[in-house]
């Protein structure tokens, strides 16, 4: 019996997918994602989960799908939810990507979150 839920996302670079994970205090490993009665997919970009269950992005053509056994992190982590986790990880790797653009194009930048969780982002050409 499984118990993966899928949730697509518009993530497209691997990279700065990672570094937002990082960047949110999560230990990041390429190859399984770990699920019910040692159940595995292999992923693209794992987040270790304490505990034998991950999360996982599969990177196909045109979408990333996040994988995780909900039930089995929820085991370990009974507040995890998947919708939340996307969510959270949507706005780092967001915020990563801007920045990241913006330095292409020769800006310096400064950054700030606000205590509502806005992210206000200076960016300067000289």
């Not at 999560?26 to 997919?41: D, E, F, L, M, P």
């Not at 989960?49 to 994988?67: Q, S």
């Not at 990241?100 to 509502?116: F, H, L, M, P, W």
Request: some cysteine; glycine content about 8%; charged content about 25%.
């Amino acid at each position: 019996m499984s118990h993966w839920t899928e949730l697509k996302t518009n993530i497209t670079d691997k990279a700065i997918l990672v570094q937002a994970l990082k960047d949110l205090g999560y230990t990041v490993i390429s190859g399984v994602c770990r699920g019910y009665a040692g159940n595995k997919i292999t992923s693209d970009v794992v987040v270790q989960m304490e505990g034998n269950y991950d999360v996982g992005f599969l990177f196909t053509e045109g979408e990333t799908k996040i994988i995780g056994d909900e039930w089995g992190i929820n085991l370990r982590h009974p507040m995890f939810n998947l919708a939340d986790f996307t969510k959270e990880v949507k706005k780092k790797y967001s915020h990563n990507k801007v920045m990241d653009e913006i330095r292409k194009q020769g800006y310096t930048v400064a950054s700030e979150t606000t205590e509502n969780g806005q992210i206000k982002i200076l960016a300067r050409h000289w």
